[in-house]
């Protein structure tokens, strides 16, 4: 039988050794922290009001120091991979990847369309996160002269690919005119020979006898 004043497992029942043990001075310190970051967001909220912008929702993120220059993207968005399709939601409550919408793995957000995401790849909270600044790179005198090269070439392609089109849509309408202009010359030819025929018949009667003698049904006179 366990001692008197004892626990169910022979323990006293004062003993809470195997219970976490938290330290209240650092706890404090993180709540007195906390309550200072925020009393600084209401006054920079109360700043940013007067000069009619709208207030932040939370606290100051820090950013990390860009370490290079705007670049441009190299592989495409591919924005409308997903168009007309039925996709399997895996993740409807939560956050991150999973959900329905387009998503930015470095800053863990979704947005639920194009403009949306658009927006927040080109922000600067965006390009801060993957080292980059908001200012350009200034291109070189060479590079502009590339440039320039590589656009003359490309308009005198299009322009080239443009002058084959034409001339090859020419020909077919030429093509399709002439087909017609036959059509209607051996259409009007055969009425010309079916009218002269019927006048034939109509004038001399026996050549529609010796027609019918020689296994002709007639001119197609309408005569009786």
């Not at 700043?47 to 290079?68: A, F, I, M, V, Y």
């Not at 409308?80 to 999973?98: E, F, H, I, S, Y």
Request: aromatic share 6%; hydrophobic share 30%.
């Amino acid at each position: 039988m366990a001692d008197k004043g004892g626990g169910a497992y022979g323990t006293k029942a004062a003993d809470t050794d195997f219970r976490k043990k938290w330290d209240k001075e650092e706890y404090a310190e993180k709540a007195k922290k906390r309550d200072l970051e925020e009393k600084e967001r209401m006054q920079e909220n109360e700043e940013r009001l007067k000069q009619g912008k709208r207030p932040r929702k939370g606290p100051k993120q820090d950013l990390p120091k860009p370490t290079e220059l705007m670049k441009q993207r190299e592989g495409p968005l591919e924005l409308d991979k997903n168009l007309n399709k039925t996709m399997v939601v895996q993740n409807p409550g939560g956050r991150g990847a999973g959900q329905p919408g387009f998503y930015c793995e470095t800053c863990n957000r979704t947005y639920k369309d194009t403009t949306g995401y658009l927006d927040h790849i080109n922000s600067r909270a965006h390009l801060r996160a993957i080292g980059q600044s908001t200012r350009l790179e200034r291109s070189t005198l060479e590079q502009v002269r590339a440039r320039i090269a590589l656009l003359r070439e490309k308009t005198k392609e299009a322009a080239n690919a443009k002058a084959y089109d034409f001339d090859q849509r020419l020909a077919e309408v030429k093509a399709k005119e002439a087909a017609i202009r036959e059509e209607k010359k051996a259409a009007k030819k055969a009425q010309k020979e079916k009218a002269l025929a019927e006048q034939l018949a109509a004038n001399d009667p026996e050549t529609d006898e010796m027609a019918k003698m020689m296994g002709f049904g007639g001119f197609g006179s309408s005569k009786k």
